[in-house]
């Protein structure tokens, strides 16, 4: 036993190495401490108590170097990110006090296959868009914060402004947040149309001009019923129209669909990528030779 490090009150959950000096190491726990110790002499070189005004101390949960050893960073129970190093901290300032995103804590379920799934959107979290920056209450900052998100740093602004909506909390408390990723305006203005409905208006249109073809080619031949008599009963069917409410999915009109996308919330609506990937879904692995056998 070379050294008998001293300075912690409870459990110590980091020991972190520096990356260059062997001899430095940092150390910190539940107890709020964070200790750089000098491994070659024993001692202890800085010491950071984790204290929260109003709150008492913050417990440590985890630690790491940089590169260079230069800085270190670590989070606490309350969710504090803490910078340490040499350096400006201008750059630092531009950020709020409080940063979560909008889907932190969301549950996950798992679908029939085994795939997990958000359970508010029904969607694959890899799938869903870039999340938004809300403070601790669940409200959103401000669009110059918004784009410090990977992924939204070229966003216009509207495309930066989320749609919020009441939430009913596990309590019973009803609250409003962030539930979509698009206003209302921007969806009506610049929503991409859904494959879905470009396939349905297309069968639509083939549907009517097939009937069309049908009515021309009984009207120029007055003895074509009786030639082909199961025309005749393709002729009598042309007559009957499509109903009135068979139309586009996003219309609210389509018989024997559930009339969801009226009150759903914007983020459950599928986009094209989410399509696409359902598609390279494999639902029912294919069978061998042998086995089919």
């Known amino acids: 036993l070379l050294h008998d490090l001293k300075g912690h009150a409870d459990e110590v959950f ?9 001899r430095i190491m940092l150390s910190a726990g539940h107890d709020g401490n964070i200790f750089i110790w000098d491994l070659g002499k024993g001692i202890q070189m800085k010491h950071y108590f984790n204290m929260i005004e ?5 417990a440590v949960f985890d630690c790491k ?7 270190f960073t670590c989070t606490d ?3 504090h990110l803490l910078i340490f ?8 300032e531009k950020i709020p006090d409080q940063m979560f995103f909008h889907t932190d804590y969301r549950p996950l379920i798992r679908d029939s296959n085994n795939y997990v799934l958000d359970e508010q959107t029904q969607q694959a979290p890899h799938l869903m868009p870039p999340p938004f920056l809300v403070d601790v209450d669940g409200n959103p900052h401000p669009t110059k914060y918004q ?11 509207e495309h930066l402004i989320p749609q919020l909506g009441y939430i009913a909390t596990s309590d019973g408390e009803v609250i409003e947040q962030v539930i979509g990723q698009q206003t209302a305006e921007q969806d009506e203005q610049s929503l991409e149309p859904s494959i879905l409905d470009g396939m349905i208006r297309q069968l639509q249109q083939l549907q009517d001009q097939r ?10 031949n007055p003895h074509y019923g009786q030639e082909t008599p199961r025309r005749d009963f393709r002729r009598l069917s042309s007559d009957i129209q499509s109903p009135p409410n068979i139309g586009l999915r996003r219309s ?12 759903a919330p914007r983020s459950q609506i599928a986009t094209e990528r989410d399509l696409q990937a359902w598609r390279r879904r494999v639902v029912v692995p294919e069978i061998t030779s042998s086995i089919f056998r």
Request: net charge negative; with cysteine.
């Open 211 to 220: 009937i069309s073809t049908d009515q021309d080619i009984v009207s120029t």
């Open 54 to 58: 109003g709150q008492g101390h913050g």
């Open 252 to 263: 609210g009109q389509v018989e024997g669909v559930r009339q969801m996308h009226q009150n």
């Open 147 to 157: 784009r410090l998100v990977p992924g939204r740093e070229n966003c216009a602004d």
């Open 14 to 22: 980091v020991l972190e190495p520096h990356p260059i000096d062997s």
């Open 65 to 71: 170097f940089s590169s260079d050893g230069q800085h």
């Open 85 to 92: 190093g040499f350096g400006c901290n201008k750059p630092y």
């Open 77 to 79: 129970s309350h969710g």
